[in-house]
């Protein structure tokens, strides 16, 4: 128990890391996501075909071999080793948000596919009676529409990335798993720190999910119940 | 071609081991989920309990985590199991094992939400026919239940196995020679990490798209039921 209390703020470090890790990797996600979604349900086949490999390599493959893949890598070429890049590309903990950002963008941009064909089809006639240009269509009816019915589909999204953060350790970050990895290879006490980040893991994900359920009450503010005349107060 | 330096052959034996762990894992885990899925429908609740804190927990923490946690862990455990024994051995798992049971447990977390959709999809007035026709409570289940449950939770299961067979890359991380680990030898040896982690990444695809395949023949078998009249 000591050592768990004496341990803990180094645990606390680890878990503002994964934090970390896993808003970036959602923020960069989501910017690749909404393209390829866009592009995915383009009535062109070589609009859709681009979008198709992406989402079909990243959902089919681990994502620890994704990062492997980035970080050991692309090392192996001489040339992005001499490029403008390779600072950042040397760098594990940039390797592992670009890594997470274009894994979690292909299962995002599915999702949000999803959401874009279960618009009815007569918000999009009217919006096109409107007089709405394709662009504002996007911009003001289908993305905002979009978002709103995947929203619950991407909230398990969200708590599969903050999972998923956790292979940042097998390339030396120090998240939560990092962490508590290099605490036990000092005192061994393998079942307590693997607890205890699975604790720290649980408070997150219960955390997460409180902030995307108040955002889904929220989105949804048009489909609440109205006040009962009886609830006002006197 | 690509030149591999000889390593195809240890490849192609981490793939093999791959599958293997992918299909102990989904066995365990279908046992797993299935129990959890009773347990959760008993209504009996120091057993929903359980299921319930086994779900949550599992669902909420990393997989990588829950290898760690069971192959270190265990090791722990076990050693101490032993140690009362009076035997002062270091005992552990062996890492198929490990693996097998870590990535078990996942499966059956998230299977068991699938099954239990399932059981409630079935209208109870099926069971109550079987009933009245007098079949006794464990042959309705086999008979009537169990076939329609596994019809309907079929796409969910084939999805986690999907999700199952990705992960048995993390067993790596504790020694277990299977695909991912395999890669990473030959990458040691030659340096030519892009070449060989790019045709592990083409092997997991490979192995998806097949899988992917196998579980759209298992939906039609298991739908031919459902299948629309061909009408002349």
């Given at each position: 128990?000591?050592?768990?209390i004496e341990?803990?703020?180094?645990?606390?470090?680890?878990?503002?890391?994964?934090?970390?890790?896993?808003?970036?990797?959602?923020?960069?996600?989501?910017?690749?996501a909404?393209?390829?979604a866009?592009?995915?349900t383009?009535?062109?086949?070589?609009?859709?075909?681009?979008?198709?490999?992406?989402?079909?390599?990243?959902?089919?493959s681990?994502?620890?071999?994704?990062?492997?893949?980035?970080?050991?890598?692309?090392?192996?070429f001489?040339?992005?080793?001499s490029?403008?890049?390779?600072?950042i590309?040397?760098?594990?903990?940039?390797?592992?948000?670009?890594?997470?950002?274009?894994?979690?963008?292909?299962?995002?941009?599915?999702?949000?596919?999803g959401?874009?064909?279960?618009?009815?089809?007569?918000?999009?006639e009217?919006?096109?009676?409107?007089?709405?240009?394709?662009?504002?269509?996007?911009?003001?009816?289908?993305?905002?529409?979009?978002?709103?019915?995947?929203?619950?589909?991407?909230?398990?999204?969200?708590?599969?990335?903050?999972?998923?953060s956790?292979?940042?350790?097998?390339?030396?970050?120090?998240?939560?798993?990092?962490?508590?990895?290099?605490?036990?290879?000092?005192?061994?006490?393998?079942?307590?720190?693997?607890?205890?980040?699975?604790?720290l893991?649980?408070?997150?994900?219960?955390?997460?999910?409180?902030i995307?359920?108040?955002?889904?009450?929220?989105?949804?503010?048009?489909?609440?119940?109205?006040?009962?005349?009886?609830?006002?107060?006197? | 071609?690509?030149?591999?330096?000889?390593?195809?052959?240890?490849?192609?034996?981490?793939?093999?081991?791959?599958?293997?762990?992918?299909?102990g894992?989904?066995?365990?885990?279908?046992?797993?989920?299935?129990?959890?899925a009773?347990?959760?429908?008993?209504?009996i609740?120091?057993?929903?309990?359980?299921?319930?804190?086994?779900?949550?927990?599992?669902?909420?923490?990393?997989?990588?985590?829950?290898?760690?946690?069971?192959?270190?862990?265990s090791?722990?455990?076990?050693?101490?199991?032993?140690?009362?024994?009076?035997?002062?051995?270091?005992?552990?798992?062996?890492p198929?094992?490990?693996?097998?049971?870590?990535?078990?447990?996942?499966?059956?977390?998230?299977?068991?939400?699938?099954?239990?959709?399932?059981?409630?999809?079935?209208?109870?007035?099926?069971?109550?026919a079987?009933?009245?026709?007098?079949?006794?409570?464990?042959?309705?289940?086999r008979r009537?239940?169990?076939?329609?449950?596994?019809?309907?939770?079929?796409?969910?299961?084939?999805?986690?196995?999907?999700?199952?067979l990705?992960?048995?890359?993390?067993?790596s991380v504790?020694?277990?020679?299977?695909?991912?680990?395999?890669?990473?030898?030959?990458?040691?040896?030659?340096?030519?990490?892009?070449t060989?982690?790019?045709?592990?990444?083409?092997?997991?695809?490979?192995?998806?798209?097949?899988?992917?395949?196998?579980?759209?023949?298992?939906?039609?078998?298991?739908?031919?039921g459902?299948?629309?009249?061909?009408?002349?």
């Open positions: 128990m000591d050592d768990i341990r803990l703020p180094e645990m606390l470090i680890g878990a503002v890391t994964t934090i970390e890790l896993t808003l970036l990797a959602l923020a960069f996600g989501i910017c690749l909404v393209p390829a866009l592009a995915r383009s009535r062109l086949w070589w609009v859709r075909a681009v979008p198709y490999a992406y989402i079909f390599v990243f959902r089919g681990p994502l620890l071999v994704q990062m492997f893949l980035l970080y050991y890598g692309l090392s192996q001489e040339w992005i080793r490029s403008m890049l390779w600072p590309l040397r760098e594990p903990y940039w390797c592992a948000v670009i890594a997470f950002a274009l894994n979690t963008g292909a299962y995002t941009a599915e999702i949000l596919r959401g874009i064909q279960s618009i009815p089809k007569g918000e999009i009217a919006a096109k009676a409107c007089g709405m240009s394709p662009a504002l269509m996007t911009r003001r009816i289908v993305l905002p529409r979009a978002f709103r019915i995947a929203w619950p589909a991407y909230g398990n999204e969200v708590i599969f990335m903050l999972k998923g956790a292979l940042a350790s097998t390339i030396t970050l120090l998240d939560i798993t990092g962490m508590a990895r290099s605490i036990i290879a000092e005192n061994y006490l393998s079942l307590e720190f693997f607890g205890l980040a699975g604790v893991y649980l408070l997150i994900s219960w955390a997460f999910m409180r995307l359920k108040i955002v889904e009450i929220h989105l949804s503010a048009h489909l609440a119940p109205p006040p009962l005349a009886s609830a006002t107060p006197e | 071609m690509i030149d591999l330096h000889g390593f195809g052959s240890q490849l192609a034996m981490g793939a093999a081991m791959t599958v293997e762990i992918a299909l894992a989904c066995a365990l885990g279908l046992v797993l989920g299935l129990g959890t009773a347990m959760r429908l008993s209504g609740k120091p057993l929903v309990g359980v299921a319930k804190t086994y779900t949550t927990v599992i669902r909420g923490i990393p997989e990588l985590l829950v290898v760690l946690l069971v192959y270190f862990g090791a722990r455990i076990l050693t101490g199991i032993a140690e009362s024994f009076g035997s002062d051995d270091y005992v552990e798992l062996s198929f094992v490990a693996g097998v049971i870590a990535l078990g447990l996942t499966f059956g977390a998230y299977a068991s939400e699938v099954f239990r959709g399932a059981f409630l999809a079935v209208p109870n007035g099926q069971l109550e079987a009933r009245a026709l007098g079949m006794s409570q464990g042959h309705a289940f009537i239940l169990l076939p329609q449950v596994w019809r309907i939770a079929l796409p969910g299961l084939g999805n986690l196995f999907l999700v199952l990705k992960d048995t890359s993390l067993v504790a020694g277990m020679e299977e695909l991912m680990r395999k890669t990473s030898i030959a990458v040691s040896f030659t340096k030519e990490p892009f060989f982690y790019a045709v592990a990444t083409v092997m997991y695809l490979g192995m998806t798209v097949i899988c992917t395949a196998a579980l759209h023949i298992m939906e039609r078998r298991a739908n031919l459902y299948r629309p009249l061909t009408t002349a």
